[in-house]
């Protein structure tokens, strides 16, 4: 996504939570308060938060994930007479989640499913 920022004298830009800008390049202008003075062009990159809900095992830390990117597949974690049995897209379980091929498009919780042994 391309996007412009337009900062005028006396005003801060400030950029939303979780996007960062790669390939920047700014560009100055002269003109009064009242136009733009800079603009920044700028290849925008929307970041997402990524949790790991391990439903009473051990914690697994968060991740932040660029749109359209895969997840990196955590340390599975434990739990005191449960088996792990993979990532899951929601606590009813329907869905396992693929570290291979699923991705990240908005903020993301997966939850470990457990069987007892």
Aim: hydrophobic residues 30%; contains cysteine; charged residues 25%.
């Amino acid at each position: 996504m391309l996007g412009t920022i337009w900062a005028a004298y006396g005003y801060f830009v400030r950029h939303a939570d979780n996007v960062t800008f790669k390939n920047c390049t700014t560009k100055a202008q002269y003109s009064d308060i009242r136009e733009p003075l800079v603009s920044v062009d700028s290849d925008v990159k929307q970041l997402y938060t990524v949790e790991f809900e391990s439903v009473g095992g051990t914690a697994v830390d968060e991740q932040t994930v660029e749109s359209g990117k895969t997840v990196q597949k955590p340390a599975e974690p434990t739990k005191n007479g449960y088996r792990f049995d993979g990532w899951y897209t929601s606590n009813d379980y329907s869905k396992a989640w693929n570290f291979e091929t699923d991705k990240i498009n908005s903020k993301t919780v997966l939850y470990a499913k457990w069987s007892s042994i």
